[in-house]
């Protein structure tokens, strides 16, 4: 299991179009991919849940990453912070 943290840049934090970017980027891997932000957790293959988290501009967002490809998922996870969030 590998963990990273991003603090959110993106102005308007994590709304459906860049959430329904996560999705489609990690979709392929065979790895589980969580996200937290505060006391809340949800899986990263699901829109709706991803929004209910509320992550906005300033909040630190830890990713849960597990499974067969998730030095794969870690990378991907990574670059879509640097570039979406």
């Given amino acids: 299991m590998l963990t990273f ?8 934090g994590l709304h459906a179009r ?4 996560l999705i489609h980027l990690i979709k392929p ?3 589980s991919v969580k996200v937290k932000n505060q006391d809340k ?3 990263a293959m699901k829109l ?7 992550i906005k501009k300033g909040d ?3 990713f849960i ?4 490809q998730e030095q ?12 979406e969030l």
């Fill in 18 to 21: 860049p959430a329904g970017k």
């Fill in 72 to 83: 794969d998922a870690l990378k991907a996870v990574k670059e879509f912070c640097e570039r």
């Fill in 48 to 54: 709706i849940g991803l929004m209910g988290l509320g």
């Fill in 65 to 68: 990453i597990d499974g067969v």
């Fill in 41 to 43: 957790e949800a899986d």
């Fill in 60 to 62: 630190d967002v830890t």
């Fill in 5 to 12: 943290s991003h603090t959110v840049q993106a102005e308007h």
């Fill in 29 to 31: 891997l065979d790895a």
